[in-house]
């Protein structure tokens, strides 16, 4: 089993709809969470952390549930710039280690 | 501030020379760099974790004396691709991070390797 499991998607989704990823992690040891954001053929960036009450950053909000070992991302009114890889990641206790998810493809139509 | 370079971005090769890739922390310290490599649609794989003035740790499957790593001071960790072939064809990737904040880490641009 992969320790950090995403849809691949693709995701087509048309502009200002609202979009969701899911992704389940496998290491219950696991300590921090983020989402990152990867445009095609350029370096991940972190898009939030993830926290267990939940976060909200604008039109992105972020839920951590630790005992399903799940976490999600919510993208409301989305944007044609929203378009990319959403890159689920997670930290394990006890090292700066990160591990990545295979990614969620979006593609925002017009 | 938090901005990581690489050089080069982009690099074409013959098959058993080696490639030298630089990863420089432009304004802060890097307790600590990370070199990933990643294959097209596939997720970022950790190769090696690497601290300033010790050896570099590397992953399960790594080979270390084809992947060189050095880490000669807080801002500059580098990776060389030795007796490179064509599967080593990649984007790699390096990250640091400044100890701050646990689990966040700044990336590079990214090389892009193409070993023909």
């Known amino acids: 089993r992969k320790e950090v499991e995403q849809d691949p998607g693709p995701f087509n989704v048309p502009e200002g709809a609202t979009v969701a990823f899911n992704c389940t992690y496998s290491?219950?040891?696991?300590?921090?969470f983020f989402w990152y954001r990867q445009d095609c053929r350029k370096e991940p960036k972190l898009l939030m952390s993830v926290y267990s009450s939940g976060n909200e950053d604008g039109r992105f909000t972020a839920q951590l549930n630790r005992a399903s070992q799940y976490i999600s991302l919510l993208i409301r009114d989305s944007k044609l710039s929203d378009s990319a890889t959403y890159l689920c990641v997670v930290n394990n206790f006890g090292n700066e280690k990160l591990t990545f998810g295979t990614g969620t493809r979006l593609t925002i139509i017009p | 501030g938090a901005v990581v370079s690489q050089h080069p971005s982009r690099v074409i090769c013959k098959s058993g020379t080696s490639v030298k890739i630089e990863c420089r922390s432009l304004d802060f310290q890097a307790t600590t760099m990370f070199w990933y490599r990643q294959f097209p649609k596939k997720s970022l794989m950790l190769m090696a974790t690497s601290n300033e003035g010790s050896k570099a740790t590397y992953e399960q499957g790594v080979e270390k004396d084809k992947f060189l790593i050095n880490h000669a001071s807080l801002t500059l960790s580098t990776l060389t691709v030795t007796s490179a072939h064509p599967e080593d064809s990649s984007f790699y990737i390096c990250?640091?991070?400044?100890?701050?904040?646990?689990?966040?880490?700044?990336f590079g641009p990214g090389t892009r390797l193409t070993v023909l």
């Open positions: 290491n219950s040891a696991s300590q921090s």
């Open positions: 990250s640091a991070t400044s100890g701050r904040l646990v689990g966040e880490q700044f």
